[in-house]
C-alpha cells in the first residue's frame, strides 16, 4: 500500500489526515486518513482501481448531510465529489453530475420551467446522496424523477442503472447493495409554469424553516418512520426534546432532530441517539432505526 497517495497520484487534490468535521453538517467527525476531491470520472476510476488492488477501504461522501463519521474518522481513502458539479438541461432532462448540490439541481429545472422537482427544494444534500438514499420530502421522492444513473463499481467498471434497476425504496436504492459510487443522475421533468414552481419551492422552504432548526448544524431526520408511527411524535412524546449529552441535543424546535449546539462530538450524537432509542423502547416498545449513516472508526 502507498504511503503517500499524494505522490501516487499529484494531479489529484489529496489530504492527509483531514478532519472531516470540516465537511459534515453536524461539524462533528474525526479525519480521513487521505480525502481525495477527484475532477472528472477518469480520476475517479484511478482512486477506485488503487484502492481495490491495494485492498484500502474506500468510503465515498456526498455533501454529508445525512452521515455522522464517529470521531476515530475513516480509515484508507476517502473522496468528495464535490468537485464534480455539472448540471445540464436537454429539453425535459436535467442532468447533473454526483457532486452537484440537489438544491442548485431543483434550482436549474426551475430555471427551465421544468416541474417534478420541487419536493427536493430544501434537501441539502448532493445528487450522489439523493439518489444512494432516495432521499424525498412533502410527498415526492427521488425514484419519482431519476430515470437513468452511472455509477462506478468498486473494480473500477462502469454500471449504467434504468429507474427499475435503481430497486428504489424507503430511503434505498440498488446504489447501496452494489457498493455503486454514482456518478451522474438523469431527472425526467415535464414542462410546467415557472411560477407556479417558484412558488411551490418557496412555499415547502418556508415550511421547512417553520419546523425545522436550520440555524444549527443538524444531519436532518435521525429516525427511519417506524411502521404506524412517527419518530419525532413518539420522541417529543417521551419528553426527550432538550435531552443533551455532551454538545449534542434533541432538538426542541423538531424531535427527529439533533443539533449540535455547543462543540459537540460524534460520540455525543451517538450518546443522544442510543438513549432516544433505549427510552422510546422502555416507553414505547418501538425500535427506532438510525436513518441517518453512521460510519467511521470507534474510538478507544
Ligand atoms: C436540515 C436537513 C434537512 C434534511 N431534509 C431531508 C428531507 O427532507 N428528505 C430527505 O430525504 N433527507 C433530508 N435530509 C438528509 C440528507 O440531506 C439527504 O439524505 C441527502 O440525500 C444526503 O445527501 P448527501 O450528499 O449529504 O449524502 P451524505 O450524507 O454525504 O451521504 C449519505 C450516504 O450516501 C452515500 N453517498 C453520498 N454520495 C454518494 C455517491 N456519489 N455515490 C455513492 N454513495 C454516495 C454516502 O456514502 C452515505 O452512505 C436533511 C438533512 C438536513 C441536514
Redesign the pocket.
Known sequence: MANNLMQEFPDIQILKDEPLSKYT?TKTGGPADWLAFPKDVAEVQKLVQFADANAMPL?????????IVRDGGIEGLTMI?TQMNGIQVEGNRVIAQ?GAS?IETTKAARDHSLTGLEFAA?????V???I??N???YGGETKNVASEVTAMLPDGTIKHYDNEELDFGYRHSA?QDNH???LEAVFDLKPGDQAEITALMDDLNARRAAK?P?ELP????VFKRPEGYFAGKLIHDAGLQGYTSGGAQVSTKHAGFIVNVDHGTATDYLNVIHHVQATVKEKFGVSLETEV?I?GRETE
Not at 430544501?122 to 448532493?126: D, K, N, Q
Request: a positive charge; proline letters at 3%.
Open positions: 453538517n468510503t465515498v461522501i456526498g455533501n454529508a448531510s445525512n452521515l465529489l454526483a440537489y430544501g434537501i441539502p444534500g448532493s450522489g446522496g439523493a444512494f438514499m432521499a424525498g420530502a446504489v455503486g459510487i454514482v425545522q436550520l443538524s444531519c436532518g431526520s449513516r460510519i
